[in-house]
């Protein structure tokens, strides 16, 4: 997986996913994980200026990393922090209600 994870692709897909979980706990689990593929935890906190001792505290499951130290992890990941807007949900009532609407029109 780590060998994977290698990819800035791959690493991006895979933290986007992680991202969309509930769990924040899965994120930072998923950031250590690419941290550790894209060369470990004190490789990344030399590229950051984070001590490694709070890069570890950071990227544990129980962590609350700033915006600031988020950004600089995936910077020194060779990744970006990207915001984007949510797909637009359609009310599953109302497209139950047409479809079955069409359906009686194409019967009649």
């Given at each position: 997986?780590?060998?994977?994870?290698?990819?800035?692709?791959?690493?991006?897909a895979?933290?986007?996913?992680?991202?969309?979980?509930?769990?924040?706990?899965?994120?930072?689990?998923?950031?250590?994980?690419?941290?550790?593929?894209?060369?470990?935890?004190?490789?990344i906190?030399?590229?950051?200026?984070?001590?490694?001792?709070?890069?570890?505290r950071?990227?544990?499951?129980?962590?609350?990393?700033?915006?600031?130290?988020?950004?600089?992890?995936?910077?020194?990941?060779?990744?970006?922090?990207?915001?984007?807007?949510?797909?637009?949900?359609?009310?599953?009532?109302?497209?139950?209600?047409?479809?079955?609407?069409?359906?009686v029109?194409?019967?009649?």
């Amino acid at each position: 997986m780590l060998e994977r994870l290698r990819d800035p692709q791959t690493a991006a897909a895979y933290l986007s996913a992680a991202a969309g979980e509930d769990d924040p706990g899965a994120f930072l689990q998923a950031l250590r994980n690419v941290t550790e593929a894209m060369g470990g935890i004190s490789k990344i906190a030399s590229r950051t200026g984070l001590n490694r001792q709070q890069l570890y505290r950071t990227l544990s499951k129980e962590g609350n990393p700033e915006l600031r130290s988020l950004t600089k992890i995936l910077d020194a990941s060779g990744l970006q922090f990207v915001v984007a807007a949510k797909p637009a949900r359609r009310n599953q009532a109302a497209t139950r209600r047409r479809a079955k609407g069409e359906a009686v029109k194409l019967a009649a």
